[in-house]
């Protein structure tokens, strides 16, 4: 991969993972699950403050109340409606961090600050799954600095549980950030990067025709079936991009992009190719996509951003596709669909433009050749 698609993953990384679980319903529950984390980690420090054996002074559980009321705040965000924002998530972690060296440095007992500081693990696993390594390393570094200075004031009376305590609070903060990022890659592997789009989670351009050649391949020897291309574009994003913001913006594409995975067909083959743009691509027993495009256009309409969408859609019989070089046919029918939306678009957007069965440039060569010598091979 190049350095460009590396840091084009490390940009988008926490709403490629957003996106990612938001495919699979498992968004609303990341949610809570954090919200509930942060709670318990407010929690806790309080209830050693104002018990025993707690903060020192009266100073110290101010302090301890002042950062419950923070982590409060924090678990708000999470059980919000909507996913919270990167720099939300990033500020989070920040005072997290923070929060998590005081309320273990102002214990009493330097024992149970140590204890605490494996609060730390938390904190770490939830960067190494969602966030950068440049935070991770600033999330070290806090926790880091506090186990040392808890480790040396339990030296003085107990170096050998100093050592071996703080030995193993690094060893658990390691561990549960090593099996995280472990876990990522497994998910977040170059396959995958190769055929997902980072935000979105849909198929790229290069996995979309893929995927679309092989479905060409595999039905249109004998079938009466349409293939249904469409190519569909987001009315005034770059208006609400200028105006909400890049995040604004981002939020509405994963919106939509969810919004159409749960729309469209379950064979049905779904891409995001440009920053307002996504293909469609379905298997029809009739030459009429009315119904499947209308539902399209309907869904991006009520979506959370309220945007709607040019749409160009092209229908052709499978049955003369055969033989036929799949990625020469699809390229065709992309340039079909993309001069129909264009035209959609200076209509005023909103709308669908149809082209059904045109006469393909591709079918005029002459089929077999040596694409049918590799299919057959």
Known sequence: MT???????????????????????????TCRAIAAFITFCGIIPLALAFG????????????????GVAAFAMAACWLRSRWPAR?????????GSLYTAIAT???GDPVVGLLGSTAFAIV???????????LLMFMWLVGGATIVVLAVRIAETNPALAVCGALLV?????????????????????????DVEPLTSLLTRDAFAEKVATLMSSRARGDDRYLAVAVVNLDSFSLLQDMAGVVAANRARVAIGQQLRETVRRVAVLAHVA?????????????DPSPFVERVRATIATSPSRLTASIGVVSTPLSPLAGHP?????????????TAMRQARREGGNRVKQVLSPALAVLDRPSGGAWESEESA
């Open 105 to 107: 440095l102002i214990q």
């Open 170 to 194: 690094a060893l658990v903060n390691a561990f549960v950030v090593f099996a995280c990022r472990t876990l990522l890659r497994s998910i977040n592997s170059e396959a995958m990067f190769d």
């Open 87 to 95: 720099i939300t998530s990033e500020v989070c972690v920040v005072v």
């Open 275 to 287: 920053e307002a743009e996504f293909f469609i691509a379905d298997i029809l027993t009739s030459d």
């Open 124 to 134: 770490g696993g939830f960067v190494a799954l969602f966030h950068s390594m440049r």
């Open 326 to 338: 799949p990625y020469d046919v699809l390229d065709e029918l992309l340039g079909i669909a993309t």
């Open 3 to 29: 350095a460009g698609g590396r840091k084009e993953r490390s940009r988008d990384h926490y709403y490629w993972l957003t996106a990612f679980l938001a495919a699979r319903g498992a968004q609303t529950t």
């Open 52 to 67: 025993s054996p707690g903060a020192s002074g009266t100073w110290d559980r101010w302090v301890a109340v002042v950062g």
